[in-house]
């Protein structure tokens, strides 16, 4: 079912000139309300009024992670501060968190595009939608009620975690609906088996799942366990939250909703734009947000478009779901992480030397995430309980910094490879 | 008295122990007694060797890592119930063994116990006090 039917499968050309409008008013509204990006535009000697078409946006500033935490917390604002009536953020365990504020028509904005992308799965007012998103600054659990109060449905916020209760909820109320992370969504299914709940009978069918990479044969996995339909749905933070590009009833690729968020696939070395089908890193503009609009943000997520007709009838861009990362970022459960917080960690401790490797494995259904340390003369003793406490402690410090639990593994010196240039920190041995 | 004991971090994985080992043999380390504690994912390699410093020495240079540490060594006449007095003995004076192992000599039917405790002065004294015989790093160097 289509939410949006005039804009999700409006004719293409008409579709460029709406984005053409859309790029003009905002290209204006940034240079004239936000210091930050006239000065951008300044030093690349653009003006707003050099936007003619879409394409033009090419000739716009990028924005990047580091921009954003440089202005942070107000400097996106494009708007009156009172206007402003919801804030929401990263978790910031990199550094200073990426703010989102959001304007009412922001908020309304958020409700349509999640509208639309519970319906790509057929959710309606008749439905019971268990929202198993963390609902707080985390944008997943608002993002998602939003759009299910806007489609009508009926909102159980259950918010994250506590198993047993989301399982009883599910029985109870007959949920049709189910949205959360898709590894939590096989946790339920695992924990649901123990207590010997019958998935084929309950009402549920489909489930929405996002916040992190997941594979073909992860969702093969979900449908046949929980027994429903289980659909992709892509956001970050630093555009809107969820509600970016979702994927339709044909399960393939994710339409993007380019009439509010407009993509782009650009070559991550030189920043020139690529063609469709070539994969690149991916670009976001805000073409109608009115609290932090962004222009052209470096998501650092790399992927494809393709603008082929897609047999659901929407005309909007698809893109392959998330490919890889240009830079060593690393998703686990969730939790975004970065190798270099864990050399900050391992630096600050003392006999620990900052030699380490990552490893990355999907343990039953969970991301698991184990850290080799290489063993150093001060660490070692002849007590395995000293060497054992040793472990504890580096993973207490990893968790204090990650937000993520990981398991501390000693090894011997110069096991770990090192190599000329970036060091080979990860194994990620997830199939995704 | 004490005698030094050589700690080897070794990694679970096949071939660190026969590594070790062949640094042992080819500087000529000749190893009184040994065990090897283990957790999942590493084991220690424990050993008292005629030349603790050349040992660590070796086993350095190879990239190990590499530990010494006092331990003491209580030579009694082979016997049942010997590792009974030892332990009680210590649990009566309060003082704690962190792990021990023993190495036998059949020609002259005495036994050697290695202890290691968690301190280690305190437990020199105990013996020394109820007259045990402790072995210098020459004589252990002799067995």
């Known amino acids: 079912m289509i939410w949006d039917e005039k804009h999700e499968s409006m004719p293409r050309t008409g579709l460029r000139e709406l984005q053409t409008e859309r790029l003009k008013a905002i290209a204006r509204k940034v240079y004239d309300n936000v210091p930050f990006y006239k000065s951008k535009f300044d030093a690349l000697g653009v003006k707003p009024e050099d936007i003619n078409t879409i394409d033009d946006i090419a000739k716009l500033p990028f924005t990047t992670k580091d921009d954003m935490r440089d202005v942070f917390p107000y400097g996106l604002l494009a708007c009156d501060l009172k206007d402003i009536v919801e804030i929401h953020t990263?978790?910031?365990?990199?550094g200073k968190p990426v703010v989102d504020a959001y304007t009412q028509g922001d908020i309304d904005l958020w409700g349509e595009v999640m509208a639309r992308t519970l319906s790509m799965g057929g959710v309606?007012?008749?439905d019971i939608v268990q929202n198993a998103y963390g609902y707080g600054l985390f944008t997943?659990?608002?993002?998602?009620?939003y759009g299910i109060r806007r489609i009508g449905a009926t909102c159980i916020p259950i918010s994250g975690g506590n198993t047993k209760r989301q399982l009883d909820m599910m029985r109870d109320f007959g949920s049709t609906a189910l949205t959360c992370t898709p590894s939590y969504s096989l946790y339920l299914a695992e924990a649901g088996k123990e207590e010997g709940i019958d998935f084929s009978k309950l009402p549920l069918r489909v489930g929405f799942f996002g916040a992190e990479p997941w594979s073909e044969s992860m969702r093969a996995d979900i449908q046949a366990k929980l027994h429903i339909k289980a659909y992709d749905i892509f956001g970050l933070t630093e555009i809107i939250g969820p509600g970016v590009a979702a994927e339709c009833e044909c399960q393939d690729l994710l339409h993007v909703f380019e009439d509010h968020f407009y993509p782009e696939i650009i070559n991550p070395d030189t920043g020139k734009p690529l063609p469709d089908g070539e994969k690149g890193e991916l670009v976001f503009t805000t073409l109608t947000k009115e609290g932090t609009p962004v222009i052209r943000y470096r998501t650092r997520d790399i992927t494809y478009l393709t603008r082929e007709p897609c047999p659901c009838g929407r005309t909007a861009v698809r893109m392959h779901r998330?490919?890889?990362?240009?830079?060593d970022m690393l998703i686990i459960r969730g939790v975004n992480i970065f190798p270099s917080q864990i050399e900050q960690v391992l630096i600050k401790m003392e006999g620990v030397e900052p030699h380490y490797q990552l490893l990355v494995e999907r343990k039953g259904n969970l991301d698991c995430l184990e850290v080799l340390v290489e063993m150093t003369e001060d660490l070692f003793s002849d007590e395995l309980k000293r060497l054992e406490q040793k472990e504890r402690e580096i993973e207490d410090k990893l968790r204090d910094s990650l937000l993520v639990h990981s398991k501390v593994k000693?090894?011997?010196?110069?096991?770990?490879?090192?190599?000329?240039?970036?060091?080979?920190?990860?194994?990620d041995k997830r199939s995704i | 008295m004490t005698v030094q004991q050589i700690s080897v971090f070794l990694e679970n994985k096949a071939g660190r122990l026969a590594a070790a080992a062949s640094v042992l043999k080819n500087n000529a380390v000749n190893i009184r007694a040994?065990?090897?504690?283990?957790?999942?994912?590493?084991g220690v390699l424990r050993m008292i060797v005629s030349d603790p410093d050349k040992t660590m020495?070796?086993?350095?240079d190879a990239g190990f890592t590499v530990k010494q540490n006092p331990m003491i060594a209580v030579e009694i006449d082979d016997r049942e119930g010997l590792l009974f007095d030892i332990v009680s003995l210590c649990d009566a004076e309060g003082i704690n063994i962190e792990y021990t192992y023993s190495y036998v000599e059949t020609a002259s039917k005495k036994a050697i116990l290695f202890l290691r405790f968690e301190d280690t002065d305190a437990a020199v004294q105990m013996f020394t006090r109820r007259g045990y015989k402790l072995l210098s790093p020459d004589e252990v160097c002799k067995i």
């Open chain 1, 322 to 327: 998330i490919l890889g990362r240009t830079d």
């Open chain 1, 410 to 427: 000693l090894v011997e010196p110069k096991s770990i490879p090192r190599s000329e240039g970036k060091a080979k920190r990860i194994i």
């Open chain 2, 57 to 60: 020495a070796v086993l350095k």
């Open chain 1, 90 to 94: 990263s978790s910031g365990t990199t």
């Open chain 1, 124 to 126: 309606t007012a008749d």
């Open chain 2, 34 to 42: 040994l065990t090897i504690a283990e957790s999942s994912n590493y």
């Open chain 1, 140 to 145: 997943g659990g608002l993002g998602a009620h």
